[in-house]
C-alpha cells in the first residue's frame, strides 16, 4: 500500500461507479457475490501448469466490463498496481521449476515459466472479477449481500461504519499530513516522533468522533442492533445470470475449448 | 401539554478529566418557546445539550423533560421527546444512504414498513431535501447534511428540537434558507450557538452561559442590547445592531 | 504481506475461509454476550482510523523509505480481541475489494494471517501478560514491541504454509520461510514501536480512554483454549473432508497432462459411456490435488506413473508435450482472446447505442 | 517587491472522482493586499487555496507566486513564502506542546537554536499567546488553538498569508479579537470565509466564486451592495448592512 492518498481517491472513483444503472448494476448483490466467487474457485481450480484452458474465462470481465459500463484501462491499471506480491512470489517458480515442459520448436519452455504466466493470468482473472464486484454493485450493497447471506451482523455494521468514515477520517489525516508537509523542508521533520505524535492526535480525534458517533445513535434510538429496511429481491434475471455464468465456467472447467478451436484451425491448414 | 416541558435544577457536570463544564444550571422552559443559549467557546453549551436528551446523565442536579425527571430508566421515553441535532452532521450521518440515515430512528422505535416509509418521506420533504434520499451522506455539500440530519431527526416525530451551533459552516444562503425551516417548527427548540443574529430572527428568549453557569436568562432583545452583560459573556452586539461599517453611526431604533 | 487469490488453491482458500467463518461467528457471539453499544460505532470508525492512519507515514532514516502503522495490535489494545478480530476482518475486506490487496478467497488467510493471530495470540498471552494491570510507558513499550513482532512472525509463518500447502508457487520452503521471516522482523519492529508510541501517547493525554479499553474485557485463559479447540476441531474436520474429496482425484501430474495435451481430451468422450462417466466424475470434483503433491509423489505407483510417462531427469521435471498440441493451444488461446474481445467490443457498441 | 505577489491565470482542478472544482480562475493579486474570496458551500475556496501554497498542483493554468510560476521544482521556494492557516486548528496543531509546535517550521528550515527560540517567542506574542507555550494544544479553547495556529505560520516568516475560514466556531469575542490581529498584519492576506462581516472590516477587495469560477472582483464595498451578484452568488448583503430586524428600517448610508 505505497500510495494510501491515491489509494482513497480509487475508493472514491470505484463508489462512483457503482451509481451507475446498467443490466448488470441492477442485478441483485447476492448474486454478483456468488457469481463472483465461484468464478475465482473455478479459475483458481486449474492446475498450475493450465493456460490455455484459463483463456476462455476472459470473457467474464470482458462482458462486464462491456455491459456494466465501466473503464477498462483504469481497472487494468489497478490490477498492475496490486500485482507485485504475486509477481514475486510467482517469479521464483521459472528458477527452480527448470524441466522443459512446452517445446515450441527450438523454443523451450520450462515448467517454471509455464507455471509463472499461469500465476499471472490467475491473478488478472481474480482481481478484475474482485474490481468489477465492487464497481458495479457498491461497497454498501455488498454488505448488505453478506450480511442477507449469514454473516454476522456485526461484521455487516462494522464493514458499513468502516465505509461511510472511511472518507471522513482520511480527509482529516490527509489534512494533518498536508499541515505537516507545509512546515518540512528537504524531509526534516518528518521523523518517528512527529509521526506518533499525529497518530496520537489522530486517534483522540477518532476517539472522539466515535463517541459523538455513539450518542447520536443513542439518540435515535440505538440498542446495539441495526435496522435496515432494504429488501433485496433475485428474480428470474438474476437467476438466470448465476446459472448461466456458472453453466458456462463448469463448461470451461471441463473442456478445453482453446484446444478444439486450435485443433480445428491446425485440421483447417492441413 | 406538560411533556413539551424542560426543567434544568442546579444541574453539575464534570468531565472525567476532571474539567468541571457545568457548576450549577437551573432553567425551565415551557411548550412552544424558542430559546436561544449563548455563551463564550467553553462556557458549556454543548454539555449542557448533552443533558437534555440524556447523552449525559446528571452527576449532580436534576433533568425533568416533561413529567419524567431524566434518569437511566426514563431514557428511551425522554430520547423519543427530544429530538438532537448534532453539529457536526457527519457524526449524525452515520448510515449508507440518507434514506436510512432518516429511517434508523423510526425503525428503531419498531414502526411498521409503511409508516417508517411516511416518516421519512415526510420529514425530507419539510426539509426539501426529497431528491437526496439515495445519495450516500458523504457526497453532500454543507447545507444539504445539514438539512438531512435536521429530517432524520424530525422523522422521530420529537416534541422539542435540540441544536447545537446550526449555522456553523454554512454559506450565508444557506443560512438564511435554515433560519427560515425553523421559523415554520412549532415545537420547543432550543439553539445553543454563535451566531447572535440569528438569535435575533428566532428566538424570543436567550439564555447566557458563562463558566458553566447561567449569566442571565431573559428576553432576547433585552440581553442583547445589554453591552455591559455582553462583554461579560464573551459575546458582543448581533452585527445588524452595530455601527455602520462606513459611516460608524449608530443604528437608531424607534 | 497479503496473500494473493493467484498463489492459493481452493482447498486452502476454502479452508482457511471456514476457519476465519468460524473465528468470526464466535467473536460476533462474544461480542453480543457483553452489550456494550457504545463498541459497535467504534469499532468500525477505529477500522478507518486504521485506514487513515496509513496514509500518515515516516522517513525511516538512512533507509530512504517509510513506514506506517499496521493496525493489528493497537486494536487489539483499544478493543480487546474479539471486536478487534471483526474489525480487522472488515479492513482486510475493504483492502481485498478496492485495493485488490490479496483477493476474495485469500481473504480467509488474510483475515487469520493478520488478524488471529495478533489479537487472539499475541494480545492476550504477549502483550497483557507484559503490560499486566498497571501499564507503564516501559512495559507498553515492551509488551507493543514483543507482541508485534511475534505476532507478525506468526502471520508470515501462516503465509509460507498456505503457499506451500496451495503448491502453485514453486518456492521452496526453507527459501520463503528465509525470505519471509527476516522482512517480517523489521515491519515488526516497526510496528511494535508505532505502537507502543501511539498507546503511550493516548494514555498519557486521555487515560479515562485507555482505562475502559483496557480494563473490563480480559478475557480469560479458558475461553482462549475453547477458542483454539474449536480451531484445532474445524481445522482438522476441514482438511480431513478436503484431502479425501482430493484424493478421489486423479494425480496432479496425470491431470495437468491430461489438460495441455489437447487430443487426450478430445478422445477421452469417445471411449463409450462408461470412460465418458469416469471422465466426468474426475471433472466434477474440481479441486485439484497440486497441494498435496509432495505426499503424491510419495505414493510410488503414482510416481512410477509418472516417470513412465515423462522422460524424467529429476523429480521436478515433466513430460515434454509435443509441438503439434501445444501449438494448437496457443493458437486456439489467441483466437478465445480475440473473440472475447469482439463479443466485448460489440456490447459496449450496443450499450452505447441504447444510451 | 514582487515576491509577495499572487497571480492566478486560467487555473482549472477536477478532484480525480471527477468532481469539476475550479473551471479557469484568474486573478493578480500585489502586495500588501488584503482580499476575501467568497462564494457558495462548494464554489471552490477551499481548493483554490490549496493551489497557492502548493498543495495541489495546477492541473491546467498557471500559479505564480512572487518571481516563480508554482511547479514542482519551485515548491520548496513557495512554501517558504506563503504561509496557511487551516479552518480546524486541529488539523494544523500536532506536536505535544504549543512551543514545539510553533517551533516545527522554523527547525525544519534549518535555523539555528537562538533564532527558533526568538521567532517561537515573537509569534506567540504577536498573537498574544505566550502564556500558553507549555500546554498541550489539544487541551486549548476554540479561539486559542486558533491564535497558535497562527503563530505556528508566523514562526516562518511567510510573506503571504493565506486563511480558510479563521472565524468558523469562534464565539463573537474572540472572533473580534482575531479580527483586531489581522488587522495589525502587513502581509499580503488572502482569506476564505462566509463571515461577510469581517470581509467588510478586513478587506478592501472581494473575489466571489461560483461553480469554480470568478463571479466578481472588486472593491468589497461595491461587491457587498449589489444583491443582485450577492444572490447569484449563494451570498447575501453583510449583517450590518441588512434592515434592523425590529423596525425593519434599511439603514441609510451618508
Ligand atoms: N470530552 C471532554 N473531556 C474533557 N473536557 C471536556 C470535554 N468536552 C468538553 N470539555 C470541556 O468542558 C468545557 C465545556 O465545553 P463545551 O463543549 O460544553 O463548551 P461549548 O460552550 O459548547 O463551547 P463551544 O462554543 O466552543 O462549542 C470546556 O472547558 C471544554 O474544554
Ligand atoms: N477531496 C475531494 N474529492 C472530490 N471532490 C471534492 C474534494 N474536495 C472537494 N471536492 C468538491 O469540489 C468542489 C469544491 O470544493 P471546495 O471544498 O473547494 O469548496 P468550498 O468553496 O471551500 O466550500 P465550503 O464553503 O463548504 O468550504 C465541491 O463540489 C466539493 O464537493
Ligand atoms: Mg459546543
Ligand atoms: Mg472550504
Known amino acids: 500500500m505505497a500510495n494510501i492518498e491515491s489509494s482513497f481517491l480509487d475508493v472514491s472513483y470505484l463508489d462512483t461507479l457503482s451509481y451507475q444503472t446498467t443490466i448488470i448494476h441492477r442485478l441483485d448483490p447476492r448474486i454478483k457475490l456468488i457469481t463472483t466467487l465461484f468464478f475465482i474457485a473455478t479459475v483458481l481450480?486449474?492446475?498450475?501448469?493450465?493456460?490455455?484452458?484459463?483463456?476462455?474465462?476472459?470473457?467474464y470481465p470482458v462482458v462486464l466490463i462491456a455491459l456494466g459500463n465501466l473503464p477498462i484501462a483504469y481497472l487494468l491499471k489497478k490490477v498492475l498496481v496490486a500485482a507485485p506480491f504475486a509477481f514475486f512470489v510467482g517469479i521464483f517458480n521459472p528458477l527452480m521449476d527448470r524441466a522443459v515442459l512446452v517445446q515450441l520448436g527450438p523454443l523451450e519452455l520450462s515448467g517454471g515459466w509455464v507455471s509463472f504466466a499461469s500465476i499471472m493470468i490467475r491473478f488478472i482473472l481474480t482481481v478484475t472479477a474482485a474490481l468489477i464486484l465492487i464497481a458495479s454493485t457498491g461497497f454498501n450493497s455488498v454488505c448488505m449481500a453478506l450480511e442477507k447471506m449469514g454473516a454476522p451482523k456485526s461484521l455487516a455494521v462494522q464493514l458499513l461504519l468502516l465505509y461511510r468514515y472511511l472518507f471522513v477520517l482520511g480527509d482529516e489525516a490527509s489534512r494533518l499530513t498536508r499541515a505537516r508537509s507545509l512546515r518540512t523542508f528537504e524531509s526534516r521533520g518528518l521523523g518517528f516522533k512527529v509521526f506518533t505524535n499525529m497518530i496520537g492526535q489522530l486517534l483522540l480525534r477518532t476517539l472522539d468522533r466515535a463517541k459523538r458517533v455513539h450518542l447520536a445513535m443513542r439518540c435515535r434510538g440505538f440498542d446495539g442492533e441495526i435496522r435496515v429496511s432494504r429488501p433485496l429481491k433475485i428474480g428470474g434475471r438474476d437467476l438466470g445470470f448465476m446459472l448461466g455464468w456458472s453453466g458456462l465456467f463448469v463448461l470451461m472447467r471441463l473442456y478445453p475449448i482453446p484446444q478444439w478451436m486450435g485443433g480445428m484451425v491446425a485440421e483447417l491448414l492441413k | 401539554m406538560s411533556h413539551h416541558i424542560i426543567e434544568v435544577k442546579d444541574l453539575q457536570y464534570t468531565y472525567p478529566d476532571g474539567t468541571p463544564a457545568l457548576r450549577g444550571v437551573s432553567f425551565l422552559l415551557t411548550h412552544g418557546e424558542t430559546v436561544a443559549l449563548v455563551g463564550a467557546n467553553g462556557a458549556g453549551k454543548s454539555t449542557l445539550l448533552l443533558h437534555l436528551n440524556g447523552c449525559l446523565i446528571p452527576q449532580a442536579g436534576m433533568v425533568r423533560i416533561g413529567d419524567f425527571p431524566l434518569t437511566r430508566k426514563t431514557l428511551p421515553h425522554v430520547r423519543r421527546t427530544v429530538g438532537m441535532v448534532f453539529q457536526d452532521p457527519d457524526d449524525q450521518l452515520f448510515m449508507p444512504v440518507v434514506y436510512d440515515d432518516v429511517a434508523f430512528g423510526p425503525l428503531n422505535l419498531g414502526l411498521p414498513q409503511e409508516d417508517v416509509e411516511e416518516r421519512v418521506m415526510n420529514a425530507l420533504s419539510i426539509v426539501g431535501a426529497t431528491h437526496l434520499k439515495d445519495r450516500p451522506p458523504y457526497r453532500l455539500s454543507g447545507g444539504e447534511k445539514r438539512s438531512v440530519a435536521i429530517a432524520s431527526v424530525l422523522s422521530m416525530a420529537p416534541s422539542i428540537l435540540v441544536?447545537?451551533?446550526?449555522?456553523?459552516?454554512?454559506?450565508?444562503?444557506?443560512?438564511?434558507?435554515?433560519?427560515?425551516?425553523?421559523?415554520?417548527?412549532?415545537?420547543?427548540?432550543?439553539?445553543?450557538t454563535h451566531d447572535l443574529d440569528m438569535v435575533l430572527d428566532l428566538c424570543a428568549r436567550t439564555i447566557v452561559l458563562k463558566e458553566g453557569q447561567v449569566l442571565a436568562d431573559g428576553p432576547t432583545w433585552e440581553i442583547l442590547q445589554n453591552e455591559e452583560l455582553l462583554d461579560s459573556g464573551h459575546l458582543e452586539k448581533p452585527l445588524r445592531l452595530q455601527g455602520c461599517p462606513r459611516c460608524g453611526g449608530e443604528r437608531e431604533c424607534p | 504481506m497479503h496473500m494473493a487469490d493467484a498463489l492459493i488453491s481452493p482447498t486452502v482458500g476454502g479452508a482457511m475461509w471456514v476457519v476465519t467463518a468460524g473465528l468470526t461467528a464466535y467473536s460476533a457471539g462474544k461480542l453480543k454476550e457483553?452489550?456494550?453499544?457504545?463498541?459497535?460505532?467504534?469499532?468500525?470508525?477505529?477500522?478507518?482510523?486504521?485506514?487513515?492512519?496509513?496514509?500518515?507515514?515516516?522517513?525511516?532514516?538512512?533507509?530512504?523509505?517509510?513506514?506506517?502503522?499496521?493496525?493489528?495490535?493497537?486494536?487489539?489494545?483499544?478493543?480487546?480481541?474479539?471486536?478487534?478480530?471483526?474489525?480487522?476482518?472488515?479492513?482486510?475486506?475493504v483492502q481485498a475489494l478496492f485495493f485488490a490487496d490479496g483477493g476474495l478467497l485469500a481473504l480467509g488467510c488474510n483475515i487469520f494471517n493478520l488478524g488471529f493471530f495478533p489479537c487472539f495470540l499475541a494480545y492476550p498471552f504477549i502483550y497483557r501478560k507484559?503490560?499486566?494491570?498497571?501499564?507503564?510507558?516501559?512495559?507498553?513499550?515492551?509488551?507493543?514491541?514483543?507482541?508485534?513482532?511475534?505476532?507478525?512472525?506468526?502471520?508470515?509463518?501462516?503465509?509460507?504454509?498456505?503457499?506451500?500447502?496451495?503448491?502453485?508457487?514453486?518456492?521452496?520452503f526453507g527459501a520463503f520461510l528465509l525470505l519471509m521471516q527476516p522482512i517480517h522482523l523489521a515491519i515488526g519492529v516497526v510496528e511494535g514501536l508505532v505502537t507502543a508510541a501511539v498507546v503511550t501517547f493516548v494514555w498519557k493525554a486521555r487515560p479515562e480512554i485507555m482505562e475502559t479499553a483496557i480494563a473490563p474485557r480480559a478475557i480469560k485463559a479458558f475461553s482462549m483454549r475453547k477458542v483454539l479447540g474449536g480451531l484445532l476441531v474445524i481445522t482438522v474436520l476441514t482438511g480431513g473432508v478436503l484431502s479425501w474429496f482430493a484424493s478421489t482425484n486423479p494425480d496432479g501430474l496425470e491431470w495437468s497432462m491430461f489438460r495441455t495435451s489437447g487430443k487426450e481430451e478430445l478422445e477421452a468422450p469417445q471411449k463409450g459411456v462408461h470412460a465418458l462417466l469416469a471422465a466426468l466424475q474426475e471433472k466434477i470434483a474440481f479441486l485439484p490435488d497440486y497441494s498435496f503433491r509432495k505426499s503424491a509423489k510419495e505414493e510410488p505407483e503414482k510416481a512410477g506413473e509418472a516417470q513412465t510417462r515423462g522422460k524424467s531427469t529429476k523429480e521436478e521435471s515433466w513430460p515434454a508435450v509435443s509441438v503439434g498440441t501445444s501449438l494448437s493451444g496457443l493458437i486456439g488461446g489467441l483466437m478465445t482472446l480475440i473473440i472475447a474481445g469482439f463479443i466485448g467490443f460489440g456490447l459496449r457498441k450496443y450499450q452505447g447505442r441504447k444510451r
Not at chain 1, 501448469?49 to 483463456?55: F, Q
Not at chain 3, 470508525?45 to 496514509?55: D, E, K, N, P, W
Not at chain 3, 486494536?75 to 478480530?85: D, V
Open chain 1, 45 to 59: 481450480s486449474f492446475g498450475k501448469y493450465e493456460i490455455a484452458g484459463l483463456i476462455p474465462f476472459v470473457i
Open chain 3, 130 to 172: 507484559i503490560v499486566g494491570e498497571r501499564p507503564t510507558p516501559r512495559r507498553i513499550l515492551v509488551g507493543s514491541l514483543v507482541a508485534a513482532i511475534l505476532g507478525l512472525q506468526m502471520g508470515a509463518f501462516g503465509v509460507v504454509l498456505e503457499t506451500l500447502f496451495s503448491g502453485i508457487s514453486e518456492l521452496p
Open chain 2, 163 to 192: 441544536m447545537d451551533e446550526p449555522t456553523a459552516s454554512l454559506d450565508p444562503k444557506a443560512r438564511r434558507q435554515l433560519i427560515h425551516l425553523l421559523k415554520t417548527f412549532t415545537h420547543t427548540i432550543i439553539i445553543a
Open chain 3, 34 to 93: 457483553n452489550i456494550d453499544d457504545s463498541r459497535v460505532p467504534l469499532m468500525g470508525v477505529l477500522g478507518a482510523f486504521i485506514f487513515a492512519a496509513q496514509m500518515i507515514n515516516f522517513s525511516i532514516p538512512g533507509t530512504g523509505s517509510s513506514g506506517h502503522l499496521g493496525g493489528g495490535m493497537i486494536l487489539a489494545i483499544l478493543l480487546g480481541p474479539h471486536a478487534a478480530f471483526l474489525t480487522m476482518a472488515s479492513i482486510l475486506t
